[in-house]
């Protein structure tokens, strides 16, 4: 795989030899997590240095979060045309796809962003050293041939990597991961997407928008099986309508690359207990991802990993595992944190204001918003209906389709807004499908987070003509207020 990114600060691997010994923190691990925690730290004073391996901005910044929303953004241009074409009698069309024009305009948003990160830890004051890093002690790490002593604390932010299946080897080409598939030569005629979680879907919806054949397989009976199954649902709709093929309930037992090594044979058992031989340009697995902690010398500082291999915090409230002082963030954490970058944001401020000495409110992980940016969009926040009701409370639940609202039928995607409540009491889950809903859930965030009553968020007026009124009328109606929603 090949990133084209500014290496310049990552030329020369070896630890600064004449830096000194010692640092108020150590955070092995420089992506979102990471680097996060360093910059609170540094801003709050405390000397930071920052052990980094490969390239600062981790696999969000590198391989997944930014150039994945960057292709995919490319692909809203790609199906705004056909819109224009089919919908609104704009005649025009797509005659062809420049891949390195595309591809060069992706590692130039990577590129920059990977420079202003940079350049925001220079400016901090923050010490990078780009090499493998490890513990040797509740206090120390081995950085290259140096060992640096932590006087406050220790911060192991050293992210995830794409699960793999047995048997199965990517290669970069035509069986790829989720940390290579956008970096694989040119577009695949078709593409069997294995995994219905948000990576999966987004990969799919990317590739079905830029003409490809495209089969999605996922083992769960549904598509984004940890979303409210409403949401999963109308994102079925929406991607069949695209002419997705979507296989659910169904599991692959056999892949292999074909002699002429230009494709992959698979082989799928469907729901039925139908057995399906696929021929596809490339297979792209997407099962989830793993923690990274080989080589990182966990039980030299009297650590170790759960069945999972997660490193589990003993205080959730501080971050902070069984040993004292060091702490973890990011993608090495077990639910409930949801192994997204904002949610390590978060979680990089919480432990580098309470190395400081703060006292910082622990992160409210039911508050973190999720959002899949695929075509449609989805975004949710808090709890779905089901984990609402199997918590004992009285539920009440209100959903409106986004074609209710002018601004929905513009769009002609469909979509819904979904809300689920206690009655008489706070908002406990905001669901919403739909074009553009990925820049609509910051409200909700607030509304679950601050536990607000639908006749809190009722009181306030959203703009019209748009998406959000839809939010708004749910909310209305749920207060009794409803206005062009019958109660």
């Not at 150039?67 to 919908?87: F, W």
């Not at 082989?267 to 099962?287: F, H, P, Y």
């Not at 609202?405 to 669901?431: I, T």
Request: glycine share 12%; charged share 20%.
């Amino acid at each position: 795989m090949t990133v084209t990114a500014d290496r310049s600060a990552s030329a020369d691997p070896r630890p600064d030899p004449a830096g000194p010994s010692s640092a108020d923190v150590i955070v092995i691990g420089g992506g979102t997590g990471g680097y996060s925690t360093a910059l609170r730290a540094a801003a709050l004073g405390l000397d930071v240095l920052l052990a980094e391996r490969d390239l600062i901005g981790g696999t969000c910044l590198h391989r997944g979060c930014i150039p994945s929303k960057a292709m995919l953004h490319a692909a809203e241009l790609v199906d705004g045309i056909a819109e224009a074409r089919e919908r609104w009698g704009v005649k025009a069309a797509v005659d062809s796809v420049d891949w390195p024009a595309l591809t060069a305009t992706r590692d130039d948003i990577v590129s920059r962003n990977h420079k202003g990160v940079e350049g925001h830890l220079a400016h901090a004051g923050v010490r990078v050293l780009h090499a493998s890093a490890r513990l040797t002690g509740a206090r120390t790490v081995a950085v290259g041939p140096r060992t640096y002593t932590a006087r406050r604390g220790i911060v192991l932010a050293t992210g995830s990597r794409p699960r793999l299946l047995p048997g199965l080897t990517p290669n970069g080409n035509t069986v790829v991961t989720s940390d290579d598939a956008l970096f694989a030569p040119g577009l695949p005629e078709s593409v069997l997407v294995l995994g219905g979680g948000a990576i999966g879907v987004e990969y799919a919806s990317f590739h079905r928008s830029m003409g490809a054949r495209v089969i999605l397989v996922e083992a769960a009976d549904r598509l984004l099986p940890l979303e409210d199954a409403d949401v999963s649902r109308h994102l079925l709709r929406g991607l069949k309508r695209r002419g997705i093929e979507v296989l659910t309930g169904a599991l692959l037992t056999d892949a292999r690359v074909t002699a002429d090594g230009e494709g992959v044979r698979a082989t799928v058992r469907t729901a039925r207990g139908e057995s399906l031989v696929l021929d596809v340009a490339r297979l792209l697995v997407a099962v989830g991802r793993e923690p990274v902690t080989d080589g990182l010398g966990l039980a030299d500082a009297g650590l170790g990993t759960d069945a999972r291999g997660y490193v589990a915090p003993a205080d959730w409230a501080r971050l902070e595992t069984a040993v004292p002082g060091v702490h973890v963030v990011g993608d090495l954490l077990p639910p409930p944190s949801p192994g997204l970058a904002h949610a390590s944001f978060a979680e990089g401020l919480l432990v580098a204001e309470t190395l400081a000495g703060r006292a910082p409110r622990p992160v409210d992980y039911a508050a973190v918003p999720r959002v899949t940016y695929s075509a449609p969009q989805t975004a949710s926040v808090g709890l779905t209906e089901r984990q609402a009701r199997e918590s004992g409370a009285d539920v009440v639940v209100n959903a409106m389709p986004l074609t209710a609202v002018a601004k929905g039928m513009v769009h002609g995607q469909g979509g819904v807004v979904k809300v689920v409540a206690q009655r008489s009491g706070p908002v406990l889950g905001v669901h919403l499908v739909g074009p553009n809903v990925s820049e609509m859930i910051a409200e909700s965030q607030l509304v679950v987070g601050w536990e607000a009553d639908p006749a809190d968020v009722a009181q306030y007026v959203h703009p019209h003509p748009t998406l959000s009124e839809a939010v708004g009328e749910v909310f209305l109606t749920l207060a009794g207020r409803g206005l062009h929603q019958n109660a």
